[in-house]
């Protein structure tokens, strides 16, 4: 379960056995989400994460989508 960054108390990561569209999963104290990075910006899920804290895993994903896509393909492509 790579992480990819944890920023505001946010954790991004990804499973090890993930599937398309390209996704980030985020955990924080009080819940979790999932949030796809391509072809937009979109929240799939939440499970518990509070509205603010939510709103902020939007804009980084967001912020950091290029970054989070990049390390989607290294990662998944080398299987």
């Not at 599937?19 to 899920?45: F, S, T």
């Not at 939510?54 to 989508?65: M, S, V």
Request: proline fraction near 6%; charged fraction near 25%; charge should be negative.
């Amino acid at each position: 379960m790579p992480t990819l960054f944890t920023i505001f108390g946010l954790r991004f990561y990804f499973y090890s056995e993930e599937h398309l569209p390209i996704h980030v999963h985020v955990r924080n104290p009080d819940g979790r989400a999932k949030i796809q990075v391509d072809p937009e910006v979109v929240l799939i899920e939440n499970k518990g994460i509070k509205p603010n804290d939510l709103k902020k895993a939007l804009t980084l994903a967001n912020l950091y989508k290029e970054q989070i896509t990049e390390f989607w393909y290294e990662f998944f492509m080398e299987k």
